[in-house]
């Protein structure tokens, strides 16, 4: 059965540029909250994403993902 997957996270720039998490990804239970969420982080960390995907992780199926907020230079989602 296929589910939306809906995945918040947030970058910093560790000593030599690279992008280190700031925490695990968090999976959130709405695309608005996540959004919310997203907007508030933006405030204390200068990379943050939230993105959602359709999945299902029964058969390892998962869509592309869509971003529902980004805020300075990512790494690859995939």
């Keep these: 059965m296929s589910k939306k997957l809906i ?10 540029g690279e992008f280190i998490p700031a925490f695990d990804p968090r999976q ?18 200068p990379s943050v994403v939230a993105w959602s995907r359709e999945a299902d992780p029964d058969i390892g199926e998962y869509g592309p993902p869509t971003i529902l907020f980004k805020q300075g230079e990512l790494p690859d989602l995939e």
């Excluded at 995945?7 to 030599?16: M, P, T, Y």
């Excluded at 909250?33 to 933006?42: D, G």
Aim: glycine share 4%; hydrophobic share 40%; no cysteine.
């Design 28 to 45: 959130i239970d709405t695309e608005e909250r996540a959004t919310r969420e997203a907007r508030l982080l933006a405030t204390s960390y």
């Design 7 to 16: 995945v918040l996270a947030a970058f910093k720039r560790g000593d030599e």
